[in-house]
């Protein structure tokens, strides 16, 4: 009975760590998703930059994870080159491991003050504040998950079996990576598995030699949910987990036989005993770092080798059967993927937009006319397909859906019009005017740019998920999409009265793109409405204020 306590309370410990981690990434994403984006894509100039980057948004980001599948993304959209984009990977592992030395550096006793400043923040009406704190309530559950491992471990110190159990382990190195490999991938985080073994090790039981293999296998295991995430990705984003995959392996394949002698050489250096863990996982990442980022071309090639481009069509229907409409969950399914088809291209007409208008160059727009086509065609072939799902006869909840996917697709093909037509030329005009926007004013575009992005993909996992969390935060994203233009028109015009040349030179163009940007999050937020409306959250003019 005693035994079994114990495992609950390690379990539940792990589980409030974890739950914390995901706060703290949901946090960041909220305040400064934008900009750890934009930081992220622009910061991969130089080998050293791109190590920095994916240091960087790690360290926010609480997770190697999310850092991978946001970079490979980019590779998707040639917005970071393959090569640099294995070298951010590096970066993150090492933010991965100085994140567990910070947490285990001590300051257990400061979560009841980071808890309470959390929801002090988190109770404010700006989204930058609450973003925050929702990061600091999710750093105090975890530096409340430390104390609690200790508490479940402490019982752990005088148990023969364990001690055994141990001792097995320690005469059988492969099992041993194989079991914290496991660990780790099971949680999604390297982090927690090193955690874990952090507080496994205060116990005394764990050999020098077995902690490194143990950290060993916290980094192999790490590296596996990206890599499963992406299985569906295109070649360009499995070449980069891949890859990252393929290194974590190589280091641990070298690094296994020489546990031992790194376990003696630790212990000779003026190392805590208790931070053992933290410091073997810091000293591995970065070694593999230093090793591994000469050879991110040749790796680069060979992931190119191994993952072959897939042939595709690049027009028409990709999900559409016919024969699914005797189905009618199957064929809305596959629907749903199309419509979701047309909302990645949606984002990638965005990203020309942004692409030209930051590197004042013409020639990411001229994919644009392309794309709105495509989006054209396939919301067309989307709305025939349901129609004849319509009239093969559906239930009232099918119908529903059938409904919300046809509005959907009109929406994005909306959008693509205004981008083709609107951006697109505001932004041709500007360079072959050879225009300037004031600094101040094309930040401000630029910003507005990336958070319409940022939009457009939480409505396409509101589409798929229909969450009413997610749902009920893009409606207020309403709001501040007004706020905000409203705001840089405001700041525009007083650039005017003060004289700025700038400004002057690109008065309509700055309104008209602040005006179609605004239109575009309209018709992003329009996939809030149905589901908002279903759950009776949505009144007939604005957002139901919840009680508190």
């Known amino acids: 009975m005693a035994s079994t306590v114990v495992m609950i309370n390690l379990f539940g410990a792990v589980a409030l760590l974890l739950f914390g981690l995901r706060q703290v990434k949901d946090g960041v994403t909220l305040a400064f998703g934008a900009k750890l984006r934009s930081g992220l894509a622009k910061g991969t100039q130089s080998a050293s930059r791109s190590f920095l980057s994916g240091f960087i948004a790690t360290i926010a980001l609480q997770s190697s994870t999310a ?23 590096l970066g993150a592992n090492v933010g991965t491991a100085v994140t567990a030395w910070i947490v285990s550096a001590g300051v257990e006793w400061l979560a009841p003050l980071v808890l309470f400043l959390g929801m002090i923040l ?13 990061a600091l309530v999710g750093i105090g559950l975890m530096l409340t998950s430390l104390h609690l491992l200790g508490a479940a471990t402490e019982p752990m110190r005088e148990s023969p079996a364990l001690a055994a159990f141990f001792g097995l382990l320690a005469n059988a190195w492969p099992v041993a990576l194989a079991l ?31 902690i490194i293999v143990l950290v060993l296998g916290a980094n192999l295991g790490g590296a596996i949910p990206p890599v499963i995430a992406s299985l569906a990705a295109p070649a360009a984003v499995r070449r980069i987990t891949l890859g990252n995959l393929l290194v974590r392996a190589i280091g641990c394949v070298i690094a296994l036989p020489l546990a031992g002698f790194a376990g003696e050489l630790m212990a000779m250096l003026p190392l805590s005993p208790e931070k053992l863990p933290v410091d073997a996982h810091l000293g591995f ?8 980022a000469p050879f991110s071309r040749a790796l680069s090639n060979l992931m190119a080798r191994l993952v072959r ?60 006319p392309a794309l709105e086509k495509r989006v054209d065609l396939l919301q067309q072939e989307v709305k025939i397909y349901l129609s004849k799902l319509k009239s093969e006869g559906l239930d009232e909840e099918h119908g529903r859906r059938s409904i919300v996917i046809i509005d959907y ?86 650039r005017l009265r003060s004289g700025s040349a ?33 759950g009776g959250l949505l009144g007939e003019t604005r957002l139901i204020q919840s009680a508190g």
């Open 67 to 89: 850092t991978a599948l946001l970079t490979a993304s980019f590779v998707e959209k040639r917005m970071v080159e393959s090569r640099m984009a294995q070298i951010v990977l």
């Open 122 to 134: 988190y109770r404010s009406q700006a989204m930058a504040r609450r973003g925050g704190g929702l």
């Open 180 to 210: 914290s490999a496991g660990v780790a991938f099971v949680s999604s985080s390297s982090l927690a598995a090193v955690v874990l073994i952090l507080s496994l090790a205060s116990t005394g039981a764990l050999p020098l030699s077995l």
């Open 285 to 292: 990442n970065i070694l593999l770092a230093i090793l591994a």
């Open 309 to 368: 481009e897939e042939a595709r069509a690049e027009s028409g229907p990709r999900f559409l059967d016919e024969r699914e409409l005797a189905t009618p969950v199957v064929a809305l399914a596959s629907a749903t993927r199309e419509v979701l088809a047309v909302g990645d291209l949606i984002e990638r007409m965005l990203m020309c937009i942004a692409d030209a208008l930051e590197r004042n160059d013409t020639g990411p727009l001229a994919e644009v």
């Open 409 to 494: 697709a009109i929406n994005l093909e909306h959008i693509g019009d205004i981008i083709e037509k609107g951006l697109r030329e505001q932004v041709a005009k500007k360079i072959d005017n050879q225009l300037r926007f004031s600094e101040a004013g094309h930040a401000e575009l630029r910003d507005f740019l990336a958070m319409t992005i940022d939009n457009l993909r939480i409505a396409q996992t509101i589409f798929v998920t229909r969450d009413f969390g997610l749902a009920r935060q893009l409606m207020q994203l309403k709001v501040e999409v007004r706020r905000i233009e409203k705001e840089s028109s405001e700041r525009h015009l007083d």
């Open 502 to 534: 700038e400004s002057l030179q690109t008065s309509s163009l700055h309104l008209d793109m602040l005006r179609d940007l605004k239109r575009v999050n309209a018709h992003i937020v329009s996939v809030a409405h149905p589901i908002l409306e279903e």
